[in-house]
């Protein structure tokens, strides 16, 4: 009985993590979008220590309270940071349209649970369903990365698109060998901390971090 | 315990029903509006303040434009009759009424597109510019907020596998508790809807006096007397019939059934708990946020429609 309020509880954490996903896809403030990153953070590291506790796998409490203080801690602050240093902390995204970006996000769910269909039916345990929503908020991490012009919001997608990865990971798998969710996770932080650099880079070159000015660098 | 009597208990619960929706409409509303003023910062008028503006208006005389038409007239009543008729279809104190099983979901947005319909026509029966300014902004709003409506409903539709309410009602009430990822996704999506659908903050402000930000206040600039009192008294029967839908479709535990009397106050307790904590959600919603430009409403109303889908997906998916 427990088992099953824990996989229905994990089904609520994974439908609300689409939800942040497409709400970080919707966001025209950047600050805006990395508070919700810090969200997607605490509702990953949150399924991520039910799945310990129902599974009894004492490493995924590990990786959870890693998440906590990497992803929903470190790396929002970091990021706030960087926002008060390049002087950014109130700029407004203009987007192309965002209702079609919605509708074909949309369509990107669709083609995700289709996808996953087949594979969910090979998957163990508590929770079958998630490898397709896991799969949608990678494909919509993608997209957001897509659309989006400023490099601050492309990295914040960047960093959601790890935290999709680590959800289907812990979903299908119930994690991986923690040595690994550690290198990930020195990884991301690393490159956060590159990436930082690079916004300086940038800014220093363009007087602005919309990455479209990069087209100048080609030659004609 | 006869069929007989059985049926004379069914439409007692009815009658009860009824009774308590009618009488209670305007307190929510005013409960809504003094939650509002104590955010604030205001003293407020009190909760019964809308019956005192009801009991003003009963009591004037009614001015009517010279070159009105029958269907002015009547609209108030045809506005008030439909909201009504929706507040006895929705399962409010107890599942099974007799007049629920007459109307499925469907039949019930139905209704509210009755009413829309001629208020709209009313507005631009005067020829004012601002009647029918009003008009075509409501169905702006309302052409987008009923797929969305549609949508949730039959996400609750789906987990119940029928468009009754009783039925969707009993589901989630009288059986084990399950939490149902989909239904968020819709909850949001209806929140959504009740503030587009009830002219609330981010889509038209109900307490505006600047005619070109008006939806629903436009329309009814006509009306004046008892009319207007009667549409005074269905807005508040119309937000009181989506609050309860919300209940209904969402958190519907406690509600009573049909012949049991010793259920009923605490199922009326119970209730009268849920109201007035969405009357106080509802004000704090319209507190911190701000109108939004008329041009920004489709993209709301476009938001929840893509909420109600992803929970219809969801439901597939997960199979809950």
């Not at chain 1, 669709?110 to 490898?131: D, H, K, V, W, Y």
């Not at chain 2, 209940?247 to 109201?275: D, Q, R, S």
Request: with cysteine; glycine share 4%.
């Amino acid at each position: 009985m427990a088992s099953n309020y824990a996989s229905q509880f994990v089904n609520l954490l994974a439908a609300l993590l689409l939800l942040v996903v497409f709400a970080m896809l919707a966001q025209r403030r950047i600050l805006s979008m990395i508070n919700l990153f810090a969200w997607q953070g605490l509702l990953l590291a949150v399924s991520t220590f039910i799945v310990a506790y129902s599974t009894a796998q004492h490493h995924l409490y590990y990786s959870a309270g890693l998440t906590l203080v990497l992803k929903v801690l470190l790396l929002p602050w970091l990021l706030h940071r960087l926002m008060r240093k390049l002087n950014v902390r109130w700029d407004v995204e203009t987007l192309i349209n965002i209702p079609t970006t919605m509708l074909v996000g949309i369509a990107l769910v669709i083609f995700a649970f289709n996808l996953a269909a087949p594979i969910s039916q090979l998957a163990e345990g508590i929770t079958r369903g998630l490898i397709g929503i896991a799969l949608a908020s990678v494909l919509l991490s993608l997209l957001m990365m897509l659309t989006r012009r400023k490099a601050v919001t492309q990295v914040v997608a960047f960093l959601a698109l790890e935290n999709s990865l680590f959800f289907a990971a812990t979903s299908a798998t119930h994690g991986m060998p923690l040595v690994v969710e550690f290198g990930i996770a020195l990884d991301v932080l690393v490159a956060t901390f590159i990436f930082g650099i690079f916004f300086f880079q940038i800014r220093e070159t363009f007087d602005s971090l919309d990455i479209t000015h990069m087209e100048k660098l080609k030659d004609d | 315990m006869t069929e007989n009597t059985e049926f004379i208990f069914a439409i007692l619960f009815q009658l009860t029903q009824l009774l308590l929706v009618v009488l209670a409409a305007p307190l929510l509303s005013g409960w809504v509006n003094q939650c509002q003023a104590w955010l604030q910062n205001r003293s407020g008028a009190g909760v019964l303040q809308p019956y005192r503006v009801l009991h003003k208006l009963f009591h004037k005389d009614a001015v009517i434009a010279y070159n009105a038409s029958p269907l002015f007239r009547a609209t108030p009543y045809i506005v008030f009759g439909c909201m009504w008729l929706a507040a006895a279809i929705i399962p409010i104190i107890a599942v099974d009424l007799p007049f629920s099983r007459a109307a499925d979901v469907i039949a019930l947005v139905g209704v509210f597109a009755v009413a829309r319909v001629f208020i709209s026509l009313a507005a631009m029966d005067i020829g004012t510019a601002f009647g029918s300014l009003g008009a075509r902004r409501e169905m702006l709003v309302s052409f987008l907020a009923e797929p969305a409506l549609l949508m949730v409903l039959f996400t609750a539709s789906m987990i119940s596998h029928s468009t009754q309410l009783p039925t969707i009602v009993d589901t989630l009430a009288h059986h084990q508790f399950v939490i149902y990822p989909s239904l968020a996704f819709a909850a949001l999506a209806f929140v959504i809807v009740l503030l587009a659908e009830n002219a609330r903050i981010p889509v038209d402000n109900p307490s505006t006096h600047l005619e070109l930000t008006m939806i629903h206040e436009a329309m009814i600039l006509e009306y004046s007397a008892r009319h207007l009192a009667l549409i005074e008294w269905a807005s508040s029967l119309k937000l009181f019939a989506y609050i309860s839908l919300g209940i209904a479709l969402f958190t519907p535990h406690g509600i009573a059934e049909v012949g049991n009397w010793a259920g009923l106050p605490l199922a009326i307790g119970l209730l009268l708990l849920k109201l007035m904590l969405a009357g106080a959600g509802l004000a704090l919603l319209e507190t911190v946020s701000a109108k939004m430009r008329i041009f920004r409403a489709p993209e709301f109303l476009g938001t929840a429609f893509l909420l109600a889908v992803l929970g219809l997906l969801i439901h597939f998916l997960l199979g809950v």
